[in-house]
């Protein structure tokens, strides 16, 4: 039996799921939500909202916590046209990714199918034909899915020829897909999903409810080839910087500081001052008022806005957070996280891969790794 939706929804809704606690992006995501970590120089949810927008969405729900609804507010980002609403977890409990939705089915209502987003992802994915493949089929959900090298950090799914899915495993132990074709973080609901999910406690889509729909033959998939990123993880987030700055470099004019070295491509935003014998890039993003002084060397990093470098230090592979201050022949190596207003003093060398959180000082050399809170 088909449903009678029909594909020309008029008045599209969102979900955005963003109310994790992005573990594997600590310490710097103890102040700042994922959802909001700049994607050169743009938080990755204003992608999100232009993304939905150019698909025809009109009303974004953000099913979040209260922090995360709170740093949100305070962004101000542009709406590009969309209704925003939210629904916030219960204090003290977090409702996982099936939770959520049920929590906004009263935003949502039974009218029409649904999109659902994963608020951790940078993609470009054609939701118009995402939403056909769930209306031209009897889906009660149909997930995009995309193809990855490691699949097992992620949900799998194993096809039948009528994109029915067969088979739904969240996070297989290593070596254990069974194909390399991933749950995208990014669905179609028909209203119907509701029923599945329970009132006001902790429930997940990928593990309670896409193996009950499997089981019910009413879960699909659509595959898809464009651009996706999961910035869950540093390097992932580095990469994803790595991509979009590729991208834009053809066609963006950089401006040029008198006695610095620019190497494209970078990003950099308003404000930015940069001090003589500097070299910037390749790959490396400036946000807003960040301050380099002179002689300073900076490869593959993002810098967050209001950062200072003092003269002579080198950052390799690196990321810094909002407000801090590095000082002079400082060391920054590559995988090191600097969460927001760290402040590291004169002549320190940081090892590889350490991390330090919000507002500590480092006033020694580090050369283990090391994760200082
Ligand atoms: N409101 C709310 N409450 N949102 C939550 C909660 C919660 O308790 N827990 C997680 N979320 C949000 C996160 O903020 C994120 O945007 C989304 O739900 C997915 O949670 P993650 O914690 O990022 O999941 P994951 O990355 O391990 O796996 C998910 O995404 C993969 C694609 O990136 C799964 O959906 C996988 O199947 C999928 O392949
Ligand atoms: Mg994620």
Redesign the pocket.
Known sequence: MFYCYSSKVTYLKAV???????TRLRPLSCSR???LFPIVNKPLLQWIFEELANNDVKEVIL???AL?QFHIKQQKLPKCGLKIKY?I?PPKM????A??IK?AEKLVGHDEPFIV?????LTIINYKQLFNTHVNTDALATIALCKVDNPC????VELEKDKRVKRFI??PPEGQAPTNL????AYVLSPKVFDYIPKGK?CS??REIFPLLTKEHKLFGHTFNDLWM?I?KPEEYLLTNKIILDGLALNKKIKTFKGAKVEMPIAIDKHVTVGKKTIVGPYVTLGRNVVLRDNVQIYNSIVFPDVEIGDNSIVNGAIIGEGAIIGKNVRVNNGCIISDQVKIRDNVNLTEDFAICPAKEVSETILKRNIIC
């Open positions: 955005i799921l963003a109310g994790g606690f992005a939500p994922k959802t099913a979040v916590n995360t629904v977890d977090p409702l996982g990714t939770g959520p929590n987003l994963n608020g951790d992802i950090r992620y949900g799998v969240e996070k991933i749950n995208a973080g902790p889509i990928e999961d869950g």
